[in-house]
C-alpha cells in the first residue's frame, strides 16, 4: 500500500464524490424510468385495442435497465468490501420472489452482488495498471426456478485512477554529445519519461522535468525534455565529459508527486580551435656530409591540443634551403617532422644550413583562419672521409671488333672530394670480367683490350670499374662501363638453311626449282646485298641456271626437259654468295638437286629409283605387305621360343613318375587297400643312377650327383628309397614344397570344437550320429556321408 498523502487523500474524496454523482442514481431506485418488458408488451396490447380499424401503432420499446459506468477506485482496501453500485429492475415490487444474477470478468472473484438488493461489492484490492475496466452481464431470474424475467443487460466497470506509479527513463541511462564551443541553447539530446498512471483523468501522469546534477552548464525545457547549452565557452581542453541528472515528477510538478530519475553523460567533441606549437622555437643538428640521400637527419615536432584529424599537421622548410637539399616529412603515427637529405651534402663546398619550417594543420574550421607555427632548425655539415667521385657515373666506350691487343677503349676518371685530395687508383671488379677481357691502368683509369673480340658472339661488355683512394683503401667509388664492340665486315655471307630442291622429270624448260636466299651475320650499317653467281666451271653447264629477284634472292632454273632418274638421280650445284662490306666476303654454298617422279600436276611422288631397281613391277605397297610377313612369322617363332623356354613349374606326367600319386577325395582302406595306387610308381629308373635336374628353379648351389643304390628295377627297397628322397629334400636348400613328404601325426592341441578323428575315441562309429555335419555346408557334407555308412558297410 502506498502512503497516503493530503493530496492523495483530497483526490479519493473528488473520486469518492464523482463516484456517488454518477452512479447513485443510476443504482438507486430512481433509476427506473419504464416498464419492464412484461407489463410495457402488456400496455401496448391495450391501447392497440383502442384503435380503430387499419390504423397503426407507432410505439418503442423500452429497456427495462438504464445505467451509466461504474467506477471503483483502485489500491483501496478496507476492513469490509467496497460498494461499486447498486441494480434495481422495475420487477422487483411487492415482494415478489425474485433474484440478481452476475457474470462477465471477474464475476463471483472480484465482484460479487447480493441477490436480493442488487448492491455489487468488489472484493479484492484492483489496480488500474493491471486491468483498468471489466464488463458484466446482470440479469434478473426468478428466485425458485431460475426462469430468466428480464433479457440479460451488459455494463462495465472502470478502475478509477490514483497516482501510485513514478515516472520511469526506460531508455536510461544516456549518452549524448556537442561540439565544444557550441553556443548557449544549442540543443544536446532528449529525455523521455514514462508514467503508469492515467494520463486522461487526474494529474496522474502529468510529468514535468527538471535537472539535479549539471547546472550550470546544462538546462533542460520543462515539458519536452531537451536538453541545451546553457554556458558559453565550453572547452574541451578544459574539461570533455559532464554527467548530467534529469528528474521527472508527476502531478504536474506539484507537491506530493511521484517523481524519477537518469542519468545523461555528455561529452564535448573536438573542434580545431588550438593551433600547432613547436615545442622549442630552435631546433639544432649535425649531419655527416657522407649522410645517404633520404635518410633521417633530424625530427621536430609542433604540439596540438586538439585530438584526430583536428591535430595533425603537416610540415614545410619555406626559407633557407634554396637549393632543395633538404625535404621535410610528416610521420603519420607520431605526428612528427622528419627531416630528411634530397641532395648531397659536401662539406668543402657548404659546412652550415639555417632553415625555416612552418607546421600547420590540415584541417581548418571555416570560421577560423589558418592554424601555423613556424621554428627556426641550424644543420651544421660535418667533415667525412669521402670516397672517390668518379666525372661521370656510367661510361659509353666503343671499339671494334678483331681490334689488337692493348688498343686503347677509353679513360674514366676520379678525384678524391675531400679537401686533402688523395690521389686515386682503379680496377676493374672481375666478377664483371670473367673472361678477362679488359684491362685498366691503375693510375690513369686507361681501358686497354686484353683479348680480341667478337661483334657476332657479344655485341656489349659490360663492366665495373672501381676507385680507391691511396691512404684509405675502405673508400671505394664504382662505375659502370657500357663498351660496345663494332662491327667489321669479317663473316662471308651464306645460304639461309640447308636447301634440298626437287626436280620433276616430266618439268617445262625454265621452271624454277628453288628460290634461295642468303645471310651474313655481319651488320653493316647500309644493310645487306648480296651477289650471286655459278662458279666459274659451272657457267656453261647444260642443265640449270639462275636468276636474280627484287627481294635480294635468286631463283633456280631448269635449261631443259630430258631429266631421268635412269640417267641420274642426283645434281649438285655450286653457287657463289658476295656480300657489299668492304672488304667484300664470298662464300660457295652448294645446292643439292634431287630429280623426282611427278603427277600430271607435278606434284612430288617418288624421288627414288624403286621402280628400276625392280623391274617386275612390284609396288611399294607390295613390299610392304610381303615385309609384314616376315614381321609376323618372326613374333611366331619368337613365341614358340619363349614357350618352350619358361617350362611350367609343375613336372608333367610322362616326364617324373611322381606325379602318378593319385589324389582322391574318399578315406583309404588303410595299409591292406593297395587298389588306391600301384606303389611301384614310387620307384624312379631315371633317378636311382644319377642326379634329377630342377626344372621349375635355377639353384644357387651344386650339388654333386647323389649315389643311389644300384638295384634292379624290381628289387628297390620303397622304404629307404624314400628316406633317401627325404633327407635329400631337407638339406636342399632350393627345393620347393613339394620335393618332400610332410607326415603329420600331431594334431595340436588348445581346439575349442575338440578332435574331430575317430581314433582316439572310446566310443565306435554306432555309438555317434555324424548327421550333424552335414549342416555345416558343403565341404563338410562329404566328411559326413563318409562317417554316417551303415554296419554293412564298414565290413565291407
Known sequence: MPKWSEEMLMDLWMSLLLLWITCVPCVSTTLIIGQSKS????????????????????????????????????????????LVGRLHTDLDVGGRNIKYVLAGEGAGTIFAINELTGDIHAMKRLDREEKAEY???????????????????????????????????????????????????????????????????????????????GQPYFSIDPNSATIKIALHGMDREMREEYL????????????????????????????????????????????????????????????????????????????????????????????????????????????????????????????????????????????????????????????????PINTVIGTVTARDPDYTGSPVRYFIDRHTDLERQFNINVDDGKITLAKPLDRETDMWHNITVTATEVRNHSQISRAIVAIRVMDINDNAPEFATE?????????????????????????????????????PEMLNNPNFT????????????????????????????????????????????????????????????????????????????????????????????????????????????DEDVRENIIRYDDEGGGEEDTEAFDIATLQNPDGISGYLPRKDIKPDLQFMPRAGQQSGPNGVDVDEFINIRLHEADNDPTAPPYDSIQIYGYEGRGSIAGSLSSLETASSDSDQNYDYLREWGPRFRRLGELYSVGESDRET
Request: net charge negative; proline share 7%; aromatic share 6%.
Open 39 to 82: 407489463i410495457q408488451a402488456g400496455g401496448s396490447a391495450a391501447v392497440a385495442s383502442r384503435l380503430g380499424e387499419g390504423q397503426r401503432l407507432l410505439s418503442r420499446a423500452k429497456r427495462g435497465w438504464v445505467w451509466n459506468q461504474m467506477f471503483v477506485l483502485e489500491e483501496f482496501s478496507g476492513p469490509d468490501p467496497i
Open 499 to 535: 636447301y634440298e630442291a626437287f626436280l620433276c622429270e616430266n618439268g617445262n624448260p625454265g621452271q624454277v626449282i628453288q628460290t634461295v636466299s642468303a645471310v651474313d651475320k655481319d651488320d653493316p650499317i647500309q644493310g645487306h646485298y648480296f651477289d650471286y653467281r655459278l662458279v
Open 546 to 653: 639462275i636468276k636474280n629477284n627484287p627481294d635480294n634472292s635468286i631463283s633456280v632454273l631448269a635449261k631443259h626437259d630430258t631429266f631421268r632418274r635412269q640417267k641420274q638421280e642426283m645434281y649438285f650445284l655450286p653457287i657463289i654468295v658476295t656480300d657489299n662490306g668492304n672488304p667484300p666476303m664470298s662464300s660457295t654454298n652448294t645446292l643439292t638437286i634431287r630429280v623426282c617422279g611427278c603427277s600430271k600436276d607435278g606434284i612430288v611422288q617418288s624421288c627414288n629409283v624403286e621402280a628400276y631397281v625392280l623391274p617386275i613391277g612390284l609396288s611399294m605397297g607390295a613390299l610392304i605387305a610381303i615385309l609384314a610377313c616376315i614381321i609376323l612369322l618372326l613374333v611366331v617363332l619368337f613365341v614358340t621360343l619363349r614357350r618352350h623356354k619358361n617350362e611350367p613349374l609343375i613336372i608333367k606326367d
Open 135 to 213: 464488463t458484466l452481464t446482470a440479469q434478473v431470474v426468478n428466485a425458485d426456478t431460475d426462469e430468466p424475467l428480464e433479457p440479460p443487460s451488459e455494463f462495465i466497470i472502470k478502475v478509477q485512477d490514483i497516482n501510485d506509479n513514478p515516472p520511469q527513463f526506460i531508455e536510461g541511462p544516456y549518452r549524448a554529445s556537442v561540439p565544444e564551443m557550441s553556443a548557449v541553447g544549442t540543443p544536446v539530446t532528449r529525455v523521455t519519461a514514462t508514467d503508469a498512471d492515467d494520463p486522461v483523468y487526474g494529474n496522474s501522469a502529468k510529468l514535468v522535468y527538471s535537472i539535479l546534477e
Open 244 to 403: 548530467v541528472v534529469i528528474q521527472a515528477k508527476d502531478m504536474g510538478g506539484h507537491m506530493g508527486g511521484l517523481s524519477g530519475t537518469t542519468t545523461v553523460t555528455v561529452t564535448l567533441t573536438d573542434i580545431n580551435d588550438n593551433p600547432p606549437k613547436f615545442s622549442k622555437s630552435l631546433y639544432e643538428f649535425v649531419i655527416p656530409e657522407d649522410l645517404p640521400l633520404g635518410t633521417m637527419g633530424g625530427k621536430v615536432k609542433a604540439n596540438d591540443r586538439d585530438i584526430g584529424e583536428n591535430a595533425k599537421s603537416s610540415y614545410g622548410i619555406i626559407e633557407g634551403d634554396d637549393q632543395g637539399t633538404f625535404e621535410i616529412a610528416t610521420d603519420a603515427q607520431t605526428q612528427e617532422g622528419i627531416l630528411r637529405l634530397k641532395r648531397p651534402l659536401d662539406y668543402e663546398s657548404k659546412r652550415a644550413y639555417t632553415l625555416k619550417v612552418e607546421a600547420t594543420n590540415l584541417r581548418l574550421e571555416p570560421s577560423s583562419g589558418p592554424f601555423k607555427d613556424t621554428a627556426t632548425v641550424k644543420i651544421v655539415v660535418e667533415d667525412a672521409d669521402e670516397p672517390p667521385v668518379f666525372s661521370r657515373p656510367m661510361y659509353l666506350l666503343e671499339v671494334n671488333e678483331n681490334a
